[in-house]
C-alpha cells in the first residue's frame, strides 16, 4: 500500500497562507504522481492539485487555479502544498495521495489508500 501522512493544518485567516506537507517513511515520493485531495463539510472528496514523476508543474482544478502550488523536497522526502489567498470555502480536511506509474489524477477513484488527512480551517 501507498501510504502517506499529511501534516501542516491549522486556522487561517482570509487571505492568509498556509503550507501542508505529504510524507512517507517506506516510500520515495520522487518516484511517484502525487496529489492533494480535500473533503469540505458535507461535499464528496475533490482533488485540488496534482504532480506528475518528472514534471516541476502543478496541475491544479480551477477552484484552487493561481493559489495552490505543489513542490518535492527530494532530500527530505516531501511533498508541499503551498496554499495561498485561502477562502473559507477551502475549510476541509486535506488529504495526500500516491499511485504506480509516472501521472497523477484529480479523480478519487484512482486511489485506494488514504490517510487521516490534516485539517484546514480558514476562518476570522
Known amino acids: 500500500q501507498l501510504q502517506l501522512e499529511e501534516s501542516g493544518g491549522g486556522l487561517v485567516q482570509p487571505g492568509g497562507s498556509l503550507r501542508l506537507s505529504c510524507t512517507a517513511s517506506d516510500l520515495a515520493l520522487n518516484d511517484y504522481p502525487i496529489s492533494w485531495f480535500r473533503q469540505r463539510p458535507g461535499k464528496e472528496r475533490e482533488g485540488v492539485a496534482c504532480m506528475h514523476v518528472g514534471d516541476s508543474n502543478t496541475h491544479t482544478d480551477e477552484s484552487v487555479e493561481g493559489r495552490f502550488t505543489m513542490s518535492r523536497d527530494n532530500v527530505q522526502n516531501t511533498v508541499y502544498l503551498q496554499m495561498e489567498s485561502l477562502k473559507p470555502e477551502d475549510t476541509a480536511v486535506y488529504y495526500c495521495?500516491?499511485?504506480?506509474?509516472?501521472?497523477?489524477?484529480?479523480?478519487?477513484?484512482?486511489?485506494?489508500?488514504w490517510g487521516r488527512g490534516t485539517q484546514v480551517t480558514v476562518s476570522s
Open positions: 495521495v500516491a499511485r504506480n506509474g509516472r501521472m497523477c489524477s484529480l479523480y478519487h477513484g484512482s486511489y485506494t489508500s
